[in-house]
């Protein structure tokens, strides 16, 4: 008998990722995968190990709070767990934990959470950390495990939420091997010579640190070009990203890209001389994955996620206190010395592939599943 999984998000950026990485590596022959997912999420079949797609519930899951629509999708998802009866629920990112670790306890189902960076470190006031963060606390008392994302997550879930040992189970962020690089789809506006990052302008990916960061640089390297993906999705600080722009003179020096393929992801961070990243927090960041993937030397913030894939000084640089000068000064550096940045290349190869492969990885979670099921 295959062992029946219900998976609950909101599917969406690298939380939607995560869950489709899962479920096209798991053994659809030992495991039986369902999605209950938002109603307004993009409408793509969620697609199993031998490219056939499973079960999907679209119901009343939104982004942001609202009591009402909120009770909505607790009641569709509990009378959907009634009616599936999982041995386990699985669920992805803040709204989908609240939501299923309700059902979960209704229903007596064990719940796995993956938090994909916590709720509380998104809240720019002293006032909404307190209230997310609560609420963590308290739904932490019932029937669910954390199922980390990355070290820091999980430390997160020991020392902030409060959970025990016993119940704070890991498991890494992974993406298949990136073996075949496709040719751009778009045209290339910018320089060969370039660095480049996937960031949407939030408080999350503190691009305006980053802006900072190229302002710095060019003062002693004035050709220097970033090319900044995914900046038209869900994007609430790209007015004052474009205004600091335009501030500093910067315009010939950055491409800002708003929507762009996967494969042209690849390719361009692929062809660039580095990877840099300034998030103020992750869960376990794809796009840094996939530059270890993809060879990359990369110099991140000490933040959740960026920390756990970036070694100091092994494949990359860690920026501690959003230093400014520091974080251009190792960027400037990388680019005069080859013979250092190879070596941070082969080093990320190496790492990748030890922990982040997740041909190499979707057993531990698969052994998870089984003993983590209601018996």
């Not at 607790?74 to 989908?96: C, W």
């Not at 959003?322 to 251009?328: C, G, Q, S």
């Amino acid at each position: 008998m295959k062992i029946k999984i219900v998976h609950i998000l909101h599917a969406v950026g690298g939380v939607d990722v995560s869950l489709r990485l899962i479920l096209a590596n798991i053994d659809s022959d030992k495991f039986e995968s369902i999605v209950i997912h938002g109603d307004s999420d993009k409408n793509e079949p969620f697609l199993n190990d031998k490219n056939i797609p499973i079960k999907n519930y679209p119901i009343s899951i939104i982004r942001n709070i609202n009591p009402s629509k909120d009770y909505k999708a607790i009641k569709e998802a509990n009378k959907i767990i009634k009616n599936e009866k999982p041995e386990l629920i699985h669920v992805h990112s803040a709204k989908g934990g609240v939501i299923g670790k309700i059902v979960g306890k209704m229903n007596n189902i064990p719940v796995l959470h993956t938090p994909q960076a916590y709720s509380f470190l998104s809240a720019n006031s002293k006032f909404k950390k307190n209230v997310f963060l609560t609420l963590e606390k308290f739904l932490s008392k019932w029937n669910n495990k954390i199922l980390a994302s990355s070290n820091s997550e999980k430390n997160r879930a020991l020392e902030e939420v409060g959970y025990n040992t016993d119940r704070v189970l890991l498991f890494n962020n992974s993406i298949n091997a990136i073996d075949n690089i496709s040719n751009l789809s778009i045209e290339k506006t910018w320089p060969d010579d370039y660095i480049c990052s996937v960031g949407r302008p939030s408080f999350q990916k503190n691009i305006e640190l980053m802006i900072e960061i190229l302002h710095q640089i060019k003062q002693t390297k004035p050709n220097i070009h970033l090319v900044l993906m995914g900046v038209g999705y869900h994007a609430p600080n790209l007015g004052q990203v474009k205004s600091l722009i335009a501030n500093y003179n910067l315009e010939s020096n950055i491409t800002l890209l708003e929507w762009t393929q996967r494969e042209d992801i690849f390719n361009i961070i692929k062809n660039s001389k580095l990877y840099i990243s300034t998030a103020r927090y992750e869960g376990l960041p794809y796009s840094v994955i996939e530059a270890l993937a993809l060879g990359k030397a990369c110099v991140v913030t000490d933040a959740d996620g960026n920390r756990d894939l970036i070694t100091h000084n092994t494949n990359g640089y860690v920026i501690f206190d959003e230093n400014v000068k520091e974080f251009a000064n190792k960027v400037d550096s990388l680019l005069k010395d080859d013979q250092k940045r190879t070596e941070f290349e082969n080093a990320s190869l190496e790492i990748f592939d030890k922990n982040f492969n997740i041909e190499n990885t979707i057993s531990s979670l698969e052994a998870i599943y089984i003993k983590e099921r209601k018996k």
